[in-house]
């Protein structure tokens, strides 16, 4: 009985060991829309030095939000999503991905996060809004201030300014979330914004400038192309600064915490934040400790001293508070002390804005869709009087 005693508990430590090594071995599947080439890179050497194995795509294989929520769904083989915003979030947690769920989690640092978390489940990492910014010099408004009540008065400023050439991307999605904004009509069944919001959006990519070779809005507006233009909050600073020493730019923004010959539109109702969350992922045919090691990359990447770290190095700003005191913050940057209107109640319903955009997200992107907003010339697109008559019941549904 006793041999029999040695040899099962011989077989025990033998499972045990091969489970650890097996854990210890194990290549963390990661998906994410915050996965530039220089962030996968970076994300992957830093997690080797702290004893994780990982693989993530970079945005030449994956690109937005859209595209890393339908690849973890269609795949089913990722331990790890994090980036995407509040609207996919909220899509994600309530189970309208057939092949996605988030497993229950609480990682040392969630009282750390502030309202930026989903209990249990997903908590914060970076702080994000999208900007609206105009050069001031010659090449801009020589001088004039601009000061807009809403998004949509963009339309009527009398300057150029940048539109993007996509509907997809968690950017271009953020900025026609903030100029329909101003049009929330939770009775209109043109999901739900007026049809006076569809037109302030369709003549903002009718009388914008397409740029088609450009992802984002910041060197067009570098260049002196345009007046005015979008951007994301993350990075601005960087690559400001960056433009300003390249010899390849003839009259770039300069200046960034002091801007020089560039600033902030002053829009009343302020901008559209959002931020990008951690959750870890239910995957079939994971053992239990490769689980504890999938949590305890989680607890890795998001904690005050690896987020310091990577807002350091990517010009971003951390939901940790603890990251933002590691990361030398001494103040709010003016670009994060805006007004947040994504947490601004809807009259008329019970959701706050960010909500109502995760509640009628598919629809505005079927309309979208429908109506071709975003020409890749200008002068294909058609008049707006068009959309006075038009079956928004239809166009709210996928194209066939």
């Not at 007046?227 to 730019?249: K, W």
């Amino acid at each position: 009985m006793k041999k029999l005693f040695t040899v099962l508990l011989a077989v025990m430590m033998m499972v045990s060991l091969l489970s650890f090594a097996s854990a210890d071995d194990y290549t963390i599947k990661i998906y994410s829309n915050s996965n530039s080439p220089e962030r996968v890179q970076w994300l992957v050497e830093k997690a080797a030095e702290a004893g994780f194995k990982i693989d993530i795509d970079d945005n030449s294989v994956i690109s937005g939000d859209t595209q890393a929520i339908q690849a973890a769904d269609e795949k089913k083989d990722g331990d790890i999503i994090f980036g995407l915003n509040e609207t996919r979030w909220g899509q994600l947690i309530n189970g309208e991905y057939a092949n996605l769920k988030i497993i229950d989690w609480t990682p040392s640092w969630a009282d750390q996060v502030g309202d930026f978390k989903y209990e249990g489940k997903a908590y914060g990492l970076v702080i994000q809004n999208v900007l609206m910014l105009y050069r001031t010099d010659d090449l801009g408004t020589k001088g004039e201030s601009l000061h807009f009540a809403h998004w949509a008065d963009l339309i009527d400023c009398g300057y150029t300014w940048y539109r993007q050439n996509k509907i997809g991307g968690t950017t271009n999605m953020n900025t026609n979330s903030a100029i329909l904004y101003a049009f929330t009509d939770p009775e209109s069944p043109a999901g739900g914004i007026s049809i006076d919001g569809w037109k302030a959006l369709w003549k903002y990519c009718a009388n914008g400038v397409v740029f088609p070779d450009e992802k984002y809005g910041l060197n067009p507006i570098i260049r002196g192309d345009v007046q005015v233009s979008t951007f994301y909050s993350s990075s601005l600073y960087g690559n400001i600064d960056s433009a300003a020493e390249d010899p390849n730019y003839a009259n770039p923004l300069k200046g960034t915490l002091n801007p020089e010959n560039w600033a902030l539109v002053d829009i009343d109702d302020g901008t559209y934040y959002i931020a990008e969350y951690l959750g870890i992922l239910d995957k079939e045919g994971r053992t239990d400790e490769q689980t504890e090691t999938v949590k305890a990359f989680a607890e890795w990447f998001g904690s005050a001293e690896t987020q310091a770290a990577w807002s350091e190095e990517f010009d971003s700003y951390p939901c940790n508070a603890a990251a933002v005191e590691g990361a030398g913050y001494t103040e709010v940057p003016a670009i994060y002390s805006i007004k947040n209107f994504a947490m601004e109640p809807v009259k008329g319903s019970d959701m706050k804005y960010y909500e109502y955009v995760a509640a009628h997200s598919k629809e505005w992107t079927n309309i979208i869709t429908n109506l071709v907003f975003f020409w890749a010339d200008n002068a294909a697109a058609p008049s707006d009087s068009e959309l006075d008559t038009l079956d928004w019941a239809t166009l709210t549904q996928a194209a066939e």
